[in-house]
């Protein structure tokens, strides 16, 4: 069972009012204490939407800047994020289609410019990367204690905004100025004589003041780096306009553990939603043929920022989302479409528009072999004429297309032979004059494999909350013509086909995670065991654990000895998430 | 080993050995170790973390995580990975006395 | 208020056979790991002793157990909400709770469960949130720890963390006291003298201040206690607040950290701050690491719980003879918490979560465990049976 934040609000006015009296935002008359005034370089808000919305809390002055609102810009996500917070803690009332609205208007006119946003791009795609906020590693290890620093850089705000922001923090989770949210020094943590010992803690008596607190070293950093008027933003917000993306779109993308995926949509215009699109996809697994078709709707924020849902209707909230980054010249877009209660599955994918040229996208295999021949390999693209020879495909130096199997126009079937006097390393694919840069490389031999992720995570479920599985995948490696491992020659060759199996991370003595943790079926899917207390694990554990994951392949040598070669990545299985904080109502 | 003199070739090597893995050690010493990996999003804040214990496994959690349920909600210790008390779920454990017995009637919430 | 020297003949009379009885236990220290199998001898069932057992719990409770049954025999309802810091008054009688959102107080009559008061300061835009209370041994006024956050229509703002004197009786603040050189402090460990003519701020300087006018009149740098020692840390109460129960009045054990001046070795030490005489008498033990130290009702002796992922010890610590005289490894878990029964035979583990379980002080095997209604929120007091009661 699932609970809407909206139902708890409800129970709660019903169960504790006194409590709920105690929360209440609209100040009696008299009592309500002198707001301060928006900053003089506050951005101005004029759409009369958010004006009607925000206004009764939020005051605007006579050059329609508003408090809090012009001071600061951020991606839609964050704004979502903030807007369902006046509505649960502060008792502002919207309806869904006006808060979507009020979405949509800061997202424009108080958003982030595309190179401020390129670099964290991961945290809408959701994307479980390794990043880490060069810039200051104190502020960075601050706020990542609790939330993925890119929900911090997605903000730009002027210094006592940033300043109120931590305040903010304060104020709902007073907890955070001790041990637990670090914003501030005082005292040992607890366990105070351990931690007093390691020579961790501070000053019992609470000082230290000498020094700058934590926060207020994270909020230099952030308004320094982080300002509300960028040059970028500046540029963007004259230059912001949405482009006109009606059309066809070549698909061509990478989903782990399944392979490419290549296809086509169709982006259409969504009627009565200011920069809103419709698309009608059709794809194909190149692995395994299998076909997929799915209509999505989408609005697409600050002139770039796409966000779609695999929906129907409005309403309907999408098994599929799909995030992504319109360039500036309109011809391509990247981005990732994501589902799963954890967004763990999801499809890197590359939109090329379709005008009357011939465009190349992407090939189904990664690697062709030196010696060997008749090699199939499917090129995937869009307006391949029916004119096409195999003179007209070029693989680059040592590869030879002999033979020209199929042609449709959005794929040509071929098969290549490859000398041993061809050189490894990445190769261009061109069909006529265009060209795909680097779908596939040329390799002598396998010389190892490895495991991606490297360090994977699953979370226990399945009784009352949801499993996150892992994907995991194995990839040939070559080391390239110096032969020498971890140098920049080396190439990905491409999934390879592995056995794999859990072994025991012994993180302590007498582990025995792997026989609690979960299994990992033959596809590199790694499925979580359930969440909860087991009791036939000592301590009546959880079924939480730390493993490897191996994979195992079979190489043949020489002289037909079969030698195995084996990789492998670190897996954390543990527990659930038991809030879900994500976006609900960007793309809808 | 300094009492101990090195009276052939071999004594002389191994002694060389201990020497430049005992300069090694001290170096090793002085530098701040690597620090463990934790996934995106994780939390950081090891009292004793929600995920992940300080270094980065699981050995260091509640044994089983429900014990420690009621002080992250009451504590608001893991806001963006328990529902907080104080704010967004103060009923989240309306039913549920004893997390490692009543876990089964927590909910999923969505804030907000 | 009543101290050990109140106890009638007989019952003393009583208590020296019951000691002599329990005395045939054997007490021999061991240092290998300890099996964790059931209980010992089945004449003889050991308990921690005549005392009671108070430990706050969710949703409102504090629950009574008689420690010699180990059966909850009561519960005192909190009208605040859930109960989060549990401070016991020096006589016994009354509990000070500050509830989970930290905004109310609640002061509960322990013998009749009941509240005698509750309070708060928060009201309209402000949320005062109180950190810790120390009421004065007559319970007229205590001594709060705050900090107000306010909230504007379209903005929040947190103010400095305040201590402040309130009256109990009016229930107002009547004074502000300025911190100590200025300084403002998150947290302040504060402790009354057992008369409550002076008010002590714990930490490696212990500041010293009169209750009338709460002016500082003196100051004892412990840190820089004697030449040649080095640095001392000292570490008083942690989440729970400082548990002062096993300690005569006016004098607190504490756990220590010291820094030699020759070799810069870390060393952990038990210490006991003498307040009225500004004297610390301390043993060093051994090499600094994370455990945790509580004091013995006999206050001769003081248990360790040593926490390491995956290793956990208990230690036993002869403070007449200055020495660790055990350590065993045992099948511990995360996050727990230890005390002492009342008559120092066992030890119990705490926190987190819904059970309290024994262990044999003198052979660290595991007992049984006390299984709670509901998961506990606050500190753990044990209490000993109160002579003349």
């Known amino acids: 069972m699932i609970t809407r934040g909206r139902w708890l609000l409800a129970a709660l006015a019903a169960i504790a009012p006194a409590l709920l009296a105690a929360n209440a935002q609209t100040p009696a008359p008299g009592q309500a204490p002198q707001t301060q005034k928006p900053s003089d370089e506050g951005i101005p808000v004029t759409d009369p939407v958010v004006v009607g919305a925000c206004g009764s809390c939020h005051a605007r002055d006579d050059k329609q800047r508003m408090t809090r609102i012009s001071d600061r810009r951020a991606t839609p996500e964050n704004w979502e994020l903030t807007i369902r917070r006046m509505i649960s803690l502060n008792n502002a009332r919207l309806t869904?289609?006006?808060?979507?609205?009020?979405?949509?208007?800061?997202?424009?006119?108080?958003?982030?410019?595309?190179?401020?946003?390129?670099?964290?791009?991961f945290e809408a795609e959701r994307r479980l990367v390794d990043f880490t906020y060069e810039g200051d590693k104190d502020t960075h290890t601050l706020c990542s204690r609790c939330h993925s620093i890119g929900r911090v850089l997605s903000e730009r705000r002027t210094r006592d905004e940033w300043t109120r922001l931590i305040a903010m923090h304060r104020y709902y989770y007073p907890g955070i100025d001790g041990p637990s949210g670090g914003f501030r020094r005082g005292g040992p943590p607890p366990g105070g004589a351990a931690a007093t010992a390691r020579g961790r803690a501070g000053d019992p008596s609470g000082r230290g003041a000498e020094e700058l607190q934590p926060m207020d070293k994270a909020r230099d950093v952030l308004a320094k780096n982080f300002p509300l008027i960028s040059a970028e933003w500046s540029a963007w917000s004259a230059a912001m306009h949405t482009p006109k993306l009606a059309g066809r779109w070549a698909i061509a993308g990478y989903q782990i553990g399944k392979g490419p995926v290549f296809g086509q949509l169709t982006i259409a215009g969504r009627a009565g939603v200011t920069d809103g699109f419709t698309t009608d996809a059709r794809f194909t697994y190149s692995r395994t043929g299998e076909t997929v078709s799915r209509k999505s709707r989408a609005i697409v924020y600050a002139g770039f920022q796409w966000r779609g849902r695999s929906a129907d209707t409005p309403d309907d909230p999408g098994a599929w989302r799909e995030v992504e980054f319109i360039e500036r010249s309109g011809q391509q877009i990247t981005g990732?479409?994501?589902?799963?209660?954890?967004?763990?599955?999801?499809?890197?994918?590359?939109?090329?528009?379709?005008?009357?040229?011939?465009?190349?996208?992407?090939?189904?295999?990664?690697?062709?072999?030196?010696?060997?021949?008749?090699?199939?390999?499917?090129?995937?693209?869009?307006?391949?004429?029916?004119?096409?020879?195999?003179?007209?495909?070029?693989?680059?130096?040592?590869?030879?297309?002999?033979?020209?199997?199929?042609?449709?126009?959005?794929?040509?079937?071929?098969?290549?032979?490859?000398?041993?006097?061809a050189r490894v390393g990445p190769r261009d694919v061109s069909v006529g004059g265009s060209t795909i840069s680097t779908p596939l490389v040329v390799y002598a031999k396998i010389d190892n494999v490895k495991v991606v992720p490297v360090a994977g995570m699953a979370r226990l479920g399945g009784i009352r909350f949801p499993k996150r599985p892992e994907q995991f995948e194995a990839r040939g490696v070559s080391y390239?013509?110096?032969?020498?491992?971890?140098?920049?020659?080396?190439?990905?060759?491409?999934?390879?086909?592995?056995?794999?199996?859990?072994?025991?991370?012994?993180?302590?003595?007498?582990?025995?995670?792997?026989?609690?943790?979960?299994?990992?079926?033959?596809?590199?899917?790694?499925?979580?065991?359930?969440?909860?207390?087991?009791?036939?694990?000592?301590?009546?554990?959880?079924?939480?654990?730390?493993?490897?994951?191996?994979?195992?392949?079979?190489?043949?040598?020489?002289?037909?000895?079969?030698?195995?070669?084996?990789?492998?990545?670190?897996?954390?299985?543990?527990v659930p998430l038991y809030l879900n904080w994500d976006s609900r109502e960007i793309g809808r | 080993?300094?009492?101990?003199?090195?009276?052939?070739?071999?004594?002389?090597?191994?002694?060389?050995?201990?020497?430049?893995?005992?300069?090694?050690d001290v170096v090793a010493l002085q530098q701040p170790p690597t620090p463990p990996h934790f996934p995106l999003g994780c939390s950081l804040a090891f009292f004793p973390g929600w995920e992940a214990d300080s270094t980065g496994g699981t050995a260091g959690l509640c044994q089983p995580v429900e014990r420690d349920i009621f002080d992250c909600h009451l504590g608001c210790f893991w806001p963006a990975h328990v529902p907080?008390?104080?704010?967004?779920?103060?009923?989240?454990?309306?039913?549920?006395?004893t997390a490692q017995k009543d876990w089964r009637k927590l909910d999923l919430v969505f804030p907000g | 208020m009543t101290t050990s020297s109140g106890t009638p003949r007989a019952l003393r009379w009583f208590a020296v056979l019951a000691l002599a009885a329990s005395?045939?236990?054997?007490?021999?220290?061991?240092?290998?790991?300890?099996?964790q199998s059931g209980p010992p001898a089945a004449e003889r069932r050991l308990t921690g002793g005549d005392g009671t057992l108070y430990i706050g719990g969710y949703p409102n409770l504090i629950w009574i157990i008689d420690e010699a049954s180990e059966k909850v025999v009561g519960t005192i309802h909190t009208k605040g909400g859930i109960p989060r810091r549990l401070t016991l008054t020096r006589d016994k009688k009354l509990f000070y709770i500050i509830d989970a959102t930290q905004e109310v107080v609640e002061i509960v009559d322990i013998t009749s469960k009941t509240t005698l008061d509750t309070f708060k300061l928060s009201e309209s835009n402000k949320r005062v949130r109180i950190n810790s209370i120390e009421p004065d041994p007559t319970n007229r006024y205590a001594i709060l720890l705050t900090r107000t956050a306010t909230r504007a229509i379209d903005r929040v703002e947190i103010g400095p963390s305040t201590l402040q004197q309130y009256d109990l009786k009016e229930h107002k603040i009547i004074r502000t006291i300025d911190w100590p050189d200025g300084q403002e402090r998150d947290q302040a460990n504060l402790m009354f003298s057992p008369d409550g003519k002076f008010l002590y701020f714990l930490g490696n300087e212990i500041l010293i201040f009169e209750t009338e006018k709460f002016t500082q009149v003196d100051k004892w740098d412990v840190s820089n206690f004697e030449q040649g020692l080095g640095q001392v840390s000292l570490a008083f109460g942690g989440f729970g607040g400082l548990d002062t129960v096993n300690d005569e009045p006016g004098f607190l054990t504490t756990t220590l950290t010291i820094e030699d001046p020759v070799q810069h070795r870390r060393m952990i030490g038990v210490g006991r701050i003498d307040l009225n005489k500004r004297d610390l008498d301390f043993s060093t033990l051994g090499p600094a690491g994370g455990v945790n130290i509580v004091l013995a009702p006999d206050r001769k002796h003081a248990y360790g719980l040593e926490s390491e992922v995956g290793r956990y010890q208990f230690w036993t610590i002869d403070l007449d003879e200055r020495k660790v005289t055990s350590r065993a490894?045992?099948?511990?878990?995360?996050?727990?918490?230890?005390?002492?029964?009342?008559?120092?035979?066992?030890?119990?583990?705490?926190?987190?979560?819904?059970?309290?379980?024994?262990?044999e002080a003198a052979t660290y095997t595991y007992l049984r465990t006390i299984d709670l209604d509901g998961d506990v929120t606050t500190a753990f007091y044990v209490v000993p049976k109160q002579r003349g009661q």
């Not at chain 1, 808060?99 to 964290?120: M, N």
């Not at chain 1, 379709?354 to 090129?379: E, F, M, Y």
């Not at chain 2, 080993?1 to 090694?24: F, Q, S, Y």
Request: charged fraction near 25%.
């Open chain 1, 480 to 574: 390239g013509s110096d032969g020498k491992a971890g140098t920049p020659d080396d190439l990905d060759l491409g999934p390879v086909n592995v056995r794999w199996s859990l072994e025991e991370y012994p993180a302590t003595f007498r582990d025995d995670d792997v026989q609690f943790v979960g299994a990992i079926a033959q596809s590199g899917l790694f499925t979580p065991n359930v969440e909860g207390p087991n009791p036939k694990r000592s301590g009546n554990r959880n079924n939480v654990g730390d493993v490897w994951v191996v994979a195992t392949y079979n190489t043949t040598t020489a002289d037909g000895a079969v030698k195995p070669l084996k990789a492998r990545a670190h897996l954390l299985v543990t």
């Open chain 1, 336 to 421: 990732r479409w994501f589902t799963g209660d954890y967004d763990e599955t999801g499809i890197d994918v590359t939109l090329r528009r379709v005008a009357n040229d011939p465009i190349v996208t992407g090939t189904d295999v990664s690697a062709l072999k030196t010696s060997t021949s008749n090699q199939r390999v499917r090129i995937y693209g869009a307006n391949f004429p029916a004119t096409v020879q195999t003179a007209d495909i070029d693989f680059g130096q040592g590869v030879r297309v002999s033979r020209l199997v199929s042609r449709s126009p959005d794929m040509l079937i071929v098969d290549v032979d490859v000398s041993a006097a």
């Open chain 2, 1 to 24: 080993m300094t009492h101990l003199k090195p009276i052939n070739r071999k004594a002389h090597r191994v002694v060389d050995l201990t020497r430049r893995e005992n300069g090694h």
């Open chain 3, 329 to 359: 490894e045992f099948a511990g878990r995360p996050r727990m918490s230890l005390k002492t029964s009342s008559n120092g035979k066992l030890l119990y583990i705490y926190n987190a979560g819904h059970t309290i379980d024994l262990f």
């Open chain 3, 23 to 35: 005395c045939v236990a054997s007490r021999e220290a061991r240092i290998d790991l300890v099996a």
């Open chain 1, 96 to 121: 869904p289609e006006t808060a979507r609205a009020v979405i949509k208007s800061l997202s424009d006119t108080h958003g982030l410019a595309p190179d401020e946003a390129r670099p964290i791009m």
């Open chain 2, 84 to 97: 907080d008390q104080l704010n967004h779920a103060p009923n989240w454990t309306g039913t549920c006395a």
